[in-house]
């Protein structure tokens, strides 16, 4: 509710026709209450569910259905639970103590008076009874440390643990690892020639200039060391006009670039895993290295700012936990702008959704 809360004041609740179920999950709507959001009920049509009438009528029917439809939550309490009571007093106080419970969980003093007036309406007991009631509640330590702000621990967006250098749960091991095998075995192929307009001259893009540019130039670096190393070597080599072959790496002086340079180089790839997806019938992966180089490329960058994002996540949660409402809009801007590189990267990849 908290993460819900920064994008908006207002939620509106779905339930089916099940009475039982309703009586199972109304508990939910004092979660709602006591983060100060405003909430509306709506009770769907009979044997109905939000997935099932939502695709049986128009986009215009459900919403106009959803604003003729919806209530309060002490209305609702009140039709959903006053016809158990019938004129039963014991039944009819417990309802009455159970929509007291909802109204002291609101935070702000403004809305629970707007609803202690509504309820006394409803339930026809006088307003200092209700209000009476509901300071009792509040003053209870054991609903004030329900209302205490939670820990880091208790907080929706779970807390990452430190990443390991050479961790293939890295949660861009593999791009980087792709990245790394195709400049090793592809980085002097052409991708690309480009007749310039100006001159006719030809310009020459090689697999290593195509994929050294994209990396550089947005700044992103190889969370393995290893990696890491064997692509600023490669990075220095290009700058310089040059192209390391293969053996340069095989044989480096590092153990650790030269082992895994060899494990890349002598893996059976056949077919990169990224293009697999593609479900496409090909003899050799040569033959499609202009299309799986820029989606591996894609898929990189993919990951880096899913990093990114779980980091802001991270943030988020410190700014959340100290109330710093500057720092968290700050925050969550960054994060719209990274899910919408995402959202085209993945229109890129063919619609693949980046996980």
């Not at 939910?28 to 009920?41: F, S, T």
């Not at 020459?204 to 060391?225: M, P």
């Not at 070597?233 to 153990?255: A, C, M, S």
């Not at 959340?320 to 959202?343: C, M, P, S, V, W």
Request: glycine share 4%; aromatic share 8%.
């Amino acid at each position: 509710m908290r993460l819900i809360k920064r994008f908006t004041q207002n939620i509106t609740i779905l339930y089916d026709g099940d009475a039982a179920g309703i009586k199972a999950s109304i508990r939910g709507i004092d979660i709602v209450l006591e983060e100060g959001l405003n909430v509306k009920i709506v009770l769907l049509p009979p044997g109905e569910d939000p997935d099932s009438y939502s695709k049986k009528v128009s986009n215009e029917e459900f919403s106009r259905y959803l604003r003729q439809n919806e209530t309060d939550f002490i209305r609702f309490k009140t039709q959903l639970l006053l016809s158990e009571a019938q004129n039963d007093p014991v039944r009819r106080a417990d309802l009455i103590r159970d929509i007291v419970k909802s109204i002291a969980v609101i935070p702000e003093t403004i809305t629970r008076t707007v609803y202690i007036k509504e309820c006394s309406t409803l339930m026809e007991v006088s307003e200092p009874v209700l209000y009476n009631e509901v300071n009792k509640l509040r003053q209870q330590k054991s609903f004030q440390d329900r209302n205490k702000y939670p820990g880091p621990e208790d907080l929706p967006v779970p807390r990452l643990t430190t990443v390991k250098q050479i961790s293939h749960d890295s949660g861009s091991y593999y791009s980087e690892r792709e990245i790394i095998r195709l400049l090793l075995k592809y980085g002097s192929e052409v991708l690309e020639r480009i007749i310039s307009q100006e001159d006719g001259k030809e310009k020459v893009i090689t697999i290593a200039d195509y994929i050294v540019n994209e990396i550089v130039s947005d700044e992103l670096i190889f969370e393995n060391k290893i990696f890491a190393k064997i692509f600023n070597d490669y990075n220095f080599h290009v700058e310089q006009g040059l192209f390391p072959g293969d053996k340069h790496f095989v044989r480096h002086q590092d153990p650790e670039i030269s082992s895994v340079s060899a494990d890349l180089l002598s893996d059976s790839h056949e077919l990169s895993d990224i293009w697999k997806t593609k479900q496409t019938y090909i003899e050799t992966e040569v033959m499609l290295l202009k299309e799986i180089v820029p989606d591996t490329v894609l898929k990189f960058k993919s990951d880096k700012l899913n990093l990114e994002r779980k980091k802001i996540l991270r943030q988020m949660e410190a700014a959340l936990k100290t109330d710093e409402k500057g720092k968290i809009e700050t925050l969550q801007k960054k994060y719209n702008t990274i899910n919408k590189a995402l959202g085209r990267i993945s229109k890129n990849l063919g619609d693949r959704i980046i996980l």
